[in-house]
């Protein structure tokens, strides 16, 4: 086991370097460059002065060099500093983080308690009523666009009702937990809704494959309680799939955090990164989506090796 | 996918013994009425089937249907709610929602079939040259793959997207170029397990070039899964332009899209709900039938779901 992790872990390395160039080349691509957000301000900007940015920026090497210099830097830790605010890439994103992870966190665990035992609900009770409202409610979630599903919830709970507020982390002034829980309820569903409808049919499926099998019809056969065949036997080796899958899905989060955030003015990483691109930050943008990549590379990783800790059937190698 | 007959797709589940008289009994079936069998059982499959083929036609008629134009201002009439002249209401400028809805759904659509069709393309000759070629090929292909799908999706769209005033053509290039990646791991599996069946060695040795292979005899047995994933591929990429025009990196106005229609209608949600809620039911109704429509064909077209 060590040494699969280890070797899964070397491998990571020539998949990062390949993740970098190609975000480094379509961030790089943009007509104009950094100063195009100088040029905007209206004022007029002398060639020498524009010549100079550049140049300050290394805006006028190759753009391997660059890469390069790029490259160097990120291997000792050192992702740059934003063009915007001149404060390194790191303490920026580090700075709006904790709001992301909180938000991430929230819509998991929304998930997860909903999800799973709906699946398990459906497969026990397969074509009851609430298994047909699970089902439908799942292809209803997977054909939603978020930010729509979010716009309704603000309509009707903000706008209409005044139960929540319509969006920020917290009100000024007013820093309770309340406050702050209230604030996270909308964005938190939002984010969830698709890990929901995912999560439960692919919970069910799995457990209705589990049910037919030998070994629950043994522990019947054994006189073990009903109850205890289905959670202890049969959820045990169900859930093996479904924890794979909860692992390999953080990598969509990010693409869901950028548009949930935009839509609730949430102050974590993906507004950031709206406002990188607005601003044409290089650095910034590249620090976020790298970030966002190495997320899901190692979730990758921990989705493999969570699936054959638990499935002894899977072999190392 | 119409008189391929090959074992892949023509060895059904195999029939119980006690069966076989009843199977020879029955007239022969093509592969095109073996899947029509299977697929017509899916109800909400066919429903969703029939509610596209409507919608697609008020769309793309919408020049004939529609009551309105969709830049027909109306100052005398603006921000009217839904009533029997405007049934969606109208927007700012008074132009009517449900028109500008019709005529959306036409860009809206567009992108959806085309932008799929380009990835499931691109998807399918990377995944079957792979496939097909293995090695050093398959191997720097594969690894390629990696790394475009480990790099978040949305925000590389939404960069590529805000370098240029986004057109139609520009949305459906860059939507296509992300999303092949699952249709070309998909095609280079079927491929791979394809590539050694007795008829791909038939076809060697009657002297067929690995182009003719390919096309005719590999690719056609993996049309199942290409044409699925292409199919859920359109209402990918439907709610992918609508949330690039949400964010205002879209199609720009004033040609209406369902995405542009939302895009400033968060700030005057409160005051005029209908301009949100219909474009958002137009791409929610659209997608949960193409979704439905996606399982019929997932049935219709496994080898392993029996027919009878």
Not at chain 2, 68 to 86: C, G, M, V
Request: with cysteine.
């Amino acid at each position: 086991m060590g040494r699969y992790i280890i070797r899964r872990v070397l491998q990571m390395i020539p998949l990062f370097i390949g993740i970098s160039i190609v975000i480094f080349i379509v961030i790089q691509a943009a007509p104009g460059g950094p100063e195009t957000t100088l040029l905007a301000t209206g004022r007029f900007v002398s060639p020498e002065i524009l010549e100079a940015y550049r140049t300050r920026l290394g805006l006028d090497q190759p753009i391997y060099v660059q890469y390069f210099r790029w490259l160097t830097t990120a291997l000792s830790g050192d992702l740059g500093y934003s063009y915007k605010s001149a404060q390194p890439v790191l303490q920026v994103i580090a700075e709006r983080l904790p709001a992301t992870i909180e938000l991430m966190l929230a819509a998991y665990l929304l998930a997860a308690t909903i999800a799973l035992p709906l699946g398990v609900y459906s497969a026990i009770h397969k074509y009851s009523p609430l298994d047909y409202a699970g089902t439908g409610l799942s292809f209803l979630g997977i054909a939603m666009p978020v930010f729509w599903f979010g716009l309704i919830l603000q309509l009707v709970f903000a706008v209409q009702l005044g139960w929540l507020p319509s969006s920020g982390r917290e009100t000024v002034g007013n820093t309770g937990f309340i406050d702050q829980l209230k604030h996270l309820i909308m964005p938190a569903t939002v984010l969830s809704l698709l890990y929901i409808a995912g999560w439960s049919r692919y919970m069910r499926s799995s457990f209705l494959g589990v049910i037919n099998s030998d070994y629950v019809r043994t522990a019947r056969a054994k006189g073990l309680h009903e109850r205890r065949v289905m959670l202890v036997h049969g959820l045990k080796n169900a859930a093996i799939p479904v924890v794979t899958i909860i692992a390999l899905d953080v990598a969509g989060l990010f693409s869901g955090a950028v548009i949930t955030e935009t839509i609730f003015a949430w102050p974590g990483i993906g507004r950031l990164f709206i406002q990188a691109m607005y601003d044409r930050d290089y650095p910034l943008l590249m620090g976020i989506i790298m970030m966002g990549s190495i997320m899901v590379v190692v979730f990758n990783l921990f989705a493999d090796i969570i699936n054959a800790w638990l499935d002894p059937r899977v072999s190392y190698d | 996918m119409t008189d391929v007959t090959s074992p892949a797709s023509a060895s059904p589940a195999p029939n119980p013994a006690g069966n076989a008289t009843a199977v020879q009994l029955r007239p022969p079936r093509t592969q095109t009425q073996i899947v029509w069998t299977k697929f017509k059982r899916h109800r909400a499959a066919v429903v969703s089937g029939i509610v596209l083929i409507i919608l697609a036609i008020l769309c793309f008629g919408a020049p004939w249907i529609a009551p309105y134009s969709f830049d027909e201002i109306d100052l005398r009439n603006t921000r009217q709610p839904p009533s029997p002249a405007h049934l969606m209401g109208t927007d700012d400028l008074g132009r009517d929602q449900f028109t500008r809805l019709l005529y959306g759904g036409r860009i809206s659509l567009t992108v959806g079939i085309c932008a799929a069709l380009f990835s499931t393309i691109i998807g399918a000759l990377i995944g079957a040259i792979a496939g097909f070629y293995g090695g050093i090929v398959d191997n720097a292909s594969m690894r390629f793959t990696e790394v475009i799908i480990a790099i978040p999706t949305l925000p590389l769209l939404i960069i590529i997207s805000s370098y240029t005033k986004a057109s139609v053509v520009v949305i459906i290039v860059v939507i296509g170029i992300l999303s092949w990646m699952s249709t070309a791991r998909i095609v280079r599996a079927s491929v791979h397990s394809t590539k050694r069946q007795d008829f791909v060695l038939g076809a060697r040795s009657i002297g067929c070039r690995n182009h003719t292979i390919i096309f005719r005899h590999i690719i056609p047995n993996v049309m199942g899964p290409i044409l699925v994933g292409a199919t859920l591929g359109v209402g990918a990429a439907i709610i992918v332009e609508s949330s690039l025009s949400f964010l205002g990196l879209g199609i720009s106005p004033p040609t209406p899209t369902w995405g542009n229609m939302l895009q400033d209608s968060q700030a005057t949600m409160a005051s005029k709900p209908w301009l949100t809620i219909f474009p958002g039911l137009a791409i929610l109704i659209t997608v949960l039938c193409i979704n439905f429509l996606g399982e019929g064909l997932h049935d219709g077209l496994d080898p392993t779901v029996s027919s009878n």
